[in-house]
C-alpha cells in the first residue's frame, strides 16, 4: 500500500465549478500535512498546510481527519488558471523531516 | 519567501557520461537538503537527504555509488549521476531547509532539472 494515496484523476471541470480531492495516509505518525501545486515541467509549490481544525484561504479549504487518516482539498469558483497536479503531501517529523508525496491528481478547467 | 536555483535547467548526455547537478539556497543558509526524482506521470520519489559536512542519507533502492552528493557548504549541494543510462532519464528537483536542524521547517524547492540520457 502506498503512504499517501490520491483520487486517481484527471478532473476535466468548467469554469465556476466546485472541486473536490481526496487523499489518505497509511503512517500515522504522520505529524503535518499539505497541498502542493505542481503546473507541467515545474517543480512542486506549496498550496496551503492542513491543520485538524480546517483552514480556508480564499477559495481553497482544505480538511484533515488524524482519526480516519484523511486529508482533502476543496476549490470553489474554479478558474482556468487552476489548471494544474495537486499534490497531496505528508511530513515524517520522525523521520528527519521527509516529505512524502502522492502521486497527484491532475485537474484541467476549461471555459 | 526563500530562493533556491537548480543548475543547469535541463541536460542531454550520451549515455555512460556523468552530470552534476548543482542546488543553491541563494538567500538562506540550508542546512538539510533533499534530492527527488520525478518520472512522467508519477509523483516525487526522495532519493536521499543531505546535511551539510556529513554524508548523505539514501533512501532504499537508491545507488549511492550512483547517485554521489555533496553537500559541503551551508548554500551549495550538488547531485552527480555517475555513467547514466537511458532509465536515469527523469525530472531531478532538490528542495533546502533552513535553520537549525529542526524538522518543522518549510522545505523550498529548487526549479528543476531536467535529464535526458540518450
Known amino acids: 500500500r502506498k503512504e499517501v494515496e490520491q483520487d486517481p484523476g484527471p478532473f476535466n471541470v468548467p469554469e465556476g465549478a466546485t472541486v473536490a480531492f481526496n487523499c489518505t495516509y497509511s503512517?500515522?505518525?504522520?505529524?503535518?500535512f499539505f497541498w502542493y501545486r505542481q503546473d507541467c515541467r515545474k517543480e512542486p509549490k506549496l498550496l496551503m498546510s492542513v491543520y485538524s481544525s480546517g483552514n480556508e484561504d480564499g477559495r481553497f479549504t482544505a480538511q484533515l481527519n488524524r482519526a480516519s487518516q484523511y486529508i482533502s482539498l476543496l476549490i470553489r469558483d474554479s478558474k482556468l488558471s487552476d489548471s494544474a497536479t495537486y499534490l497531496c503531501?505528508?511530513?515524517?517529523?520522525?523521520?528527519?523531516?521527509?516529505?512524502?508525496f502522492g502521486q497527484g491528481t491532475e485537474l484541467s478547467v476549461k471555459p | 519567501g526563500a530562493v533556491v536555483s537548480q543548475h543547469p535547467s535541463w541536460v542531454i548526455c550520451k549515455s555512460g557520461t556523468s552530470v552534476k547537478i548543482e542546488c543553491r539556497s541563494l538567500?538562506?543558509?540550508?542546512?538539510?537538503m533533499f534530492w527527488y526524482r520525478q518520472f512522467p506521470k508519477q509523483s516525487l520519489m526522495l532519493m536521499a537527504t543531505s546535511n551539510e559536512g556529513s554524508k548523505a542519507t539514501y533512501e532504499q533502492g537508491v545507488e549511492k555509488d550512483k547517485f554521489l552528493i555533496n553537500h559541503a557548504s551551508l548554500t551549495l549541494s550538488t547531485l552527480t549521476v555517475t555513467s547514466a543510462h537511458p532509465e536515469d532519464s527523469s525530472f531531478y528537483i532538490c528542495?533546502?531547509?533552513?535553520?537549525?536542524?529542526?524538522?518543522?521547517?518549510?522545505?523550498?524547492f529548487g526549479p528543476g532539472t531536467r535529464l535526458t540520457v540518450l
Open positions: 528542495s533546502a531547509r533552513g535553520g537549525e536542524r529542526g524538522v518543522e521547517g518549510t522545505q523550498y
Open positions: 503531501v505528508v511530513n515524517m517529523n520522525n523521520q528527519g523531516g521527509k516529505l512524502i
Open positions: 503512517n500515522s505518525a504522520s505529524q503535518s
Open positions: 538567500d538562506f543558509q540550508a542546512t538539510t
